[in-house]
Structure formats: C-alpha cells, structure tokens
C-alpha cells in the first residue's frame, strides 16, 4: 500500500504524471464526477486548517466519494489521551483513505506504520506539508510551463515552515534549479536540510536582504512567521514582520515572477500586492482541490 509523507517521495517523474492529471481535471471535470464513488475519504486535523482540509474534502465529494472525520484535537479521542496509532487502527475500518495533520513531527509517519489504509501528511508540526508541494507544483508549472531552471526564492520562517522544506526536498531534484533562502539568521533552514542539499551539490544561497535577492527571482515563496512553534512570544513578536512585500520591493522583480504564499497570510504580503498579474497565491490555494484529486485517485489506484 502506499501513502505520501514526506516530499522526497515526490520525484519529477511522480509529480509529473499527477500534475498531468490535476490538468486534465480542470480540463475534463465532467470526466471525474464518479471516480471514486463509494469511497471514504477521513480527515482527521489535530490542527488547524482551512485550505488544506476543506480542499481535501471537495477533492474527494467531487469525485462522487464521502468524508468523515474531525477538525480539532479536542473534538476527537485524543483530548481523551489516545494514541494516533490506535485512532489509526480504528478509523482504518470506517475509511478507505485518510489525510492526517498533526503538530507533532512524524505522525504521519507513525500513522502509516499502524493503518490498513492510504495515509497522507497534511502537515506534520514544523517538519513536512507534501500535499502543498503538489499544490505549489502545479502552480509554477502553469506559470512557467517547467519545473527546472528556475531560481527560487523562499522568504520568512525557513525555520518551522514545514511547506518550505517540503518544497525544496521535491524542487532540489529537477535540474538546474537554484534556491535563494531569505529569512533573519534565528529562523534559517535546519541543519539536516542544508546539509542535504549541500551533500547533493543543489545550488543555494543564504541572505537577509530580500530587496537586492529578489531581483533574480522566478518564485518568489513568502511565508508567515510560524508562531505556534515558538517557545516564548517575545521572538515572535521581534520577527514576525522583518519581510514583508509591498509594491516598492516588488518593483525590483521580474516580470513574470510568481509570488507564491501557502497562506494564510498575516502582514507578509501587503494587499496591495493582489490585483498584480505576478500574485498568484489564491489560484495556488485553488489549484489545491484538482491536485488532491489526482492524489486521492492515485492512491486508491483509480487513474484511469
Ligand atoms: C500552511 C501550513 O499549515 O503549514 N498552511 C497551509 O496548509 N496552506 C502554512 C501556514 O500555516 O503558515
């Protein structure tokens, strides 16, 4: 059986075929309305959400399947004290597919190891977001009709975003592409990262300065300074706006930059930035449903 945990699993070659069927999808969705009829897809988010659980549940009813699940820790068992792997063992016998987040780094992992049934890692603490890769896949590939060659740049908390390091385990396996991480020294890649990519000659710089790097760019990822994985307010409240992108920086950039942000958004992005043509994080939250879909059917091998 298999599930989708972590980012490195998401080879040019797999994210290719699925980016393929996320277009066909938008292209042909009377083509998909009973592809997964009579199935059941559970949500269970010990965190909160909005994009990523709403989209996976649209994902699955526009497949013609259901969803069941829960929105909150304090909803479900664990409030009580139960373990993910015995909530596992026992929705795997009310689901045929599930979609876990969770604050703590490798639940989803922990939660394969114990179900019968497809998992997928909607976040795990500050670690891992696979399924936004896909989303955030199928955005740049719409932009810039490739995937390789590209320079990235990914700005804020490179620390505890767990989409950025989902990010750069997939984007570090096509060719060519170059990672420019801008972020204040306290909230910089982990180690284990940076010293992967530095271990697989992938290109990449390190700086502060957003104004001068942004120039270079074809991406430009922002991302909100994640608050609940500080350990005290205090830093939270010093770093939580040293970037934020306004019309002024944005004048440095190139034409065809995508601005991408997983969202959601706090003061990162000023919206003065929306109605920009290089804005494109709310088609990137919506190209979010067609990939879940292409992921679900994937998993319960329902590709046609
Ligand atoms: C992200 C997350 O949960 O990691 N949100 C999302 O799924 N789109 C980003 C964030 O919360 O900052």
Partial sequence: MRHLIDAKTITPEYAGRLIASAEDIINNPQDYTTKCKGKILA????????????????????????????SSQDSSSAAKGESVADTLRVVSGYADIAVIRHHKEGAALVASLYSSIPIINAGDGGHQHP???????????SVHKKLDNLT??????????RTVHSLIEAMSQYKNNKFVLVS?????????LREKMLKNNVSFTETEDLKQSIKD??????????????????DYVRLKDTYILDKQKLSNAKENLAVMHPLPRL?????????????????QAHYGRFIRMALIMDLLEEVK
Avoid: W
């Avoid at 204040?184 to 284990?192: R, V």
């Fill in 43 to 70: 949500t269970l988010f010990y965190e909160p959400s909005t994009r990523t659980r709403l989209s996976f549940e649209s994902a699955m009813l526009r497949l013609g399947g259901s969803v069941l699940g829960f």
């Fill in 131 to 141: 399924t936004q890769t896909l989303t955030d896949l199928l955005t740049i590939h």
């Fill in 152 to 161: 990235i740049g990914l700005c804020g908390d490179l620390k505890f975003g």
């Fill in 184 to 192: 204040p020294q306290e909230l910089i890649i982990p180690d284990y």
């Fill in 217 to 234: 760019m074809d991406i430009l990822y922002m991302t909100r300074v994640q608050r609940e994985r500080f350990f005290n307010e205090e």
């Fill in 267 to 283: 003061n990162e992005i000023s919206t003065e930035i929306d109605s920009d043509p290089r804005a494109v994080y709310f088609r």
